[in-house]
């Protein structure tokens, strides 16, 4: 790397986002210079202080939700996978479909919800019925009275892939990329220098932040600039199954249910469940994790709390949950074995992702709100346009993206 290169654009992180908008930034100018800095996944979790939440085999991509414009940035994302996989040949999408189950009367605003949304996005929902649920999908048990939505466009992706593909389709288009832990960002004479924890020196005109949960606990932004996020955990419960589960399970799509804990009655949460994954490993997984429902876990305050988090297992409480969860919607499931284990998820005052300009040459994209993944090659499209601009560049209003402070100095 020349020390003295001034670099057009530099992207620090290199999670879903940030890869992402350095794949975008090669292909919406191809005369500029892209560094994407970050670090690699590690081998062993328990030497390591820096974690991305894109270490995993299995996440939801779907157009189904309440949010419209969410369906939309999903749906948009959901359309450009044929190319990346093309470009990389690093496959990651799964279209398994999407069952989002509603079991409450309470809840049919919502399923109005998902059914506008979708119609918005320019998709056809398919509506089912509870008799129609249990012919087509018999390893589940629901309530007499469940409605659902199948989304046909939705499954899932390994994110350590897309994460892979994004990086290659960039360095394919000339960017380049470097492993390594930012520590400071700092303006100076009209660039920003970018320093590393491996004594590197990166100079650049512009800088994306996309560096998730660690952002505030790193000096990334301007003195007196303090994102408002919060930084939650997430358990989940992996079951290992054998061969001939796998094939049992084998047209098993994506299950989103709200359900009733069956040990803890007042309990009541959405809860996902992944299809059959292979992981690394060899071994088959159906993964079971907690969605964004009254039952929360708890908030990480600091970089040795995320750490340590990153470091275990989750929360055997949230475990025992989900284990309950499973009982409940999948009882005739048989499993070899048990896994948890722990991730985190960085949340937002607007709910959305924030991809705003800090300052004229500084922008962030930063807050996937437990639900990035399905949209985040979309997310980094929309940083990418608004860094190379210098403000925002979408047709998707910009207003519900900004940025929310704790603290926010005069520029």
């Given at each position: 790397?020349?020390?003295?290169?001034?670099?057009?654009?530099?992207?620090?992180?290199?999670?879903?986002?940030?890869?992402?908008?350095?794949?975008?930034?090669?292909?919406?100018?191809?005369?500029?210079?892209?560094?994407?800095?970050?670090?690699?996944?590690?081998?062993?979790?328990?030497?390591?202080?820096?974690?991305?939440?894109?270490?995993?085999?299995?996440?939801?991509?779907?157009?189904?939700?309440?949010?419209?414009?969410?369906?939309?940035?999903?749906?948009?994302?959901?359309?450009?996978?044929?190319?990346?996989?093309?470009?990389?040949?690093?496959?990651?999408?799964?279209?398994?479909g999407v069952l989002s189950v509603i079991s409450n009367e309470k809840q049919k605003k919502q399923l109005h919800?998902?059914?506008t949304a979708m119609e918005r996005a320019g998709t056809t929902p398919c509506l089912l019925k509870s008799k129609?649920?249990?012919?087509?999908?018999?390893?589940?048990?629901?309530?007499?009275?469940?409605?659902?939505?199948?989304?046909?466009?939705?499954?899932?992706?390994?994110?350590?892939?897309?994460?892979?593909?994004?990086?290659?389709?960039?360095?394919?288009?000339?960017?380049?990329?470097?492993?390594?832990?930012?520590?400071?960002?700092?303006?100076?004479?009209?660039?920003?220098?970018?320093?590393?924890?491996?004594?590197?020196?990166?100079?650049?005109?512009?800088?994306?932040?996309?560096?998730?949960?660690?952002?505030?606990?790193?000096?990334?932004?301007?003195?007196?600039?303090?994102?408002?996020?919060?930084?939650?955990?997430?358990?989940?419960?992996?079951?290992?199954?054998?061969?001939?589960?796998?094939?049992?399970?084998?047209?098993?799509?994506?299950?989103?249910?709200?359900?009733?804990?069956?040990?803890?009655?007042?309990?009541?949460?959405?809860?996902?469940?992944?299809?059959?994954?292979?992981?690394?490993?060899?071994?088959?997984?159906?993964?079971?994790?907690?969605?964004?429902?009254?039952?929360?876990?708890?908030?990480?305050?600091?970089?040795?709390?995320?750490?340590?988090?990153?470091?275990?297992?989750?929360?055997?409480?949230?475990?025992?949950?989900?284990?309950?969860?499973?009982?409940?919607?999948?009882?005739?499931?048989?499993?070899?074995?048990?896994?948890?284990?722990?991730?985190?998820?960085?949340?937002?005052?607007?709910?959305?992702?924030?991809?705003?300009?800090?300052?004229?040459?500084?922008?962030?994209?930063?807050?996937?709100?437990?639900?990035?993944?399905?949209?985040?090659?979309?997310?980094?499209?929309?940083?990418?346009?608004?860094?190379?601009?210098?403000?925002?560049?979408?047709?998707?209003?910009?207003?519900?993206?900004?940025?929310?402070?704790?603290?926010?100095?005069?520029?």
């Amino acid at each position: 790397m020349d020390s003295h290169k001034i670099y057009d654009v530099c992207v620090v992180g290199a999670g879903m986002i940030g890869s992402s908008a350095a794949w975008h930034l090669t292909r919406l100018s191809s005369h500029i210079n892209v560094i994407l800095i970050g670090p690699a996944e590690p081998q062993d979790r328990s030497t390591t202080t820096i974690f991305a939440s894109h270490y995993d085999e299995g996440r939801i991509t779907r157009v189904s939700d309440t949010d419209p414009v969410l369906s939309l940035l999903a749906k948009r994302s959901i359309e450009r996978y044929p190319l990346i996989e093309s470009l990389t040949g690093i496959k990651f999408f799964e279209k398994t479909g999407v069952l989002s189950v509603i079991s409450n009367e309470k809840q049919k605003k919502q399923l109005h919800q998902f059914l506008t949304a979708m119609e918005r996005a320019g998709t056809t929902p398919c509506l089912l019925k509870s008799k129609q649920i249990e012919e087509d999908f018999p390893y589940l048990s629901f309530p007499v009275d469940s409605s659902a939505i199948l989304d046909n466009m939705g499954g899932h992706i390994s994110p350590r892939k897309l994460v892979s593909a994004h990086q290659m389709a960039a360095s394919l288009a000339g960017c380049q990329i470097i492993h390594d832990v930012v520590s400071k960002v700092v303006s100076f004479d009209g660039y920003i220098t970018i320093e590393t924890e491996q004594k590197r020196s990166i100079s650049a005109k512009k800088v994306l932040i996309a560096t998730g949960g660690f952002t505030p606990f790193r000096h990334l932004l301007p003195d007196g600039f303090k994102l408002d996020l919060k930084m939650k955990t997430s358990t989940i419960l992996k079951f290992e199954l054998n061969d001939k589960e796998v094939e049992r399970l084998s047209s098993m799509p994506v299950v989103i249910p709200y359900v009733f804990s069956a040990s803890h009655q007042t309990a009541k949460h959405r809860s996902y469940i992944l299809p059959p994954i292979k992981y690394p490993n060899g071994k088959w997984y159906l993964k079971l994790g907690l969605g964004n429902g009254p039952v929360q876990e708890f908030t990480l305050d600091n970089e040795d709390d995320i750490t340590r988090w990153y470091q275990g297992t989750g929360s055997a409480f949230i475990a025992h949950q989900l284990y309950d969860a499973m009982l409940n919607i999948m009882p005739g499931l048989k499993y070899e074995n048990l896994e948890s284990d722990s991730c985190m998820t960085t949340h937002t005052k607007s709910g959305k992702c924030c991809i705003d300009m800090v300052t004229r040459n500084l922008g962030i994209a930063v807050g996937g709100n437990g639900h990035a993944a399905k949209m985040s090659d979309e997310l980094g499209h929309i940083a990418a346009r608004m860094i190379l601009k210098g403000t925002w560049d979408y047709d998707v209003q910009g207003q519900q993206f900004q940025a929310a402070y704790k603290i926010q100095a005069k520029m």
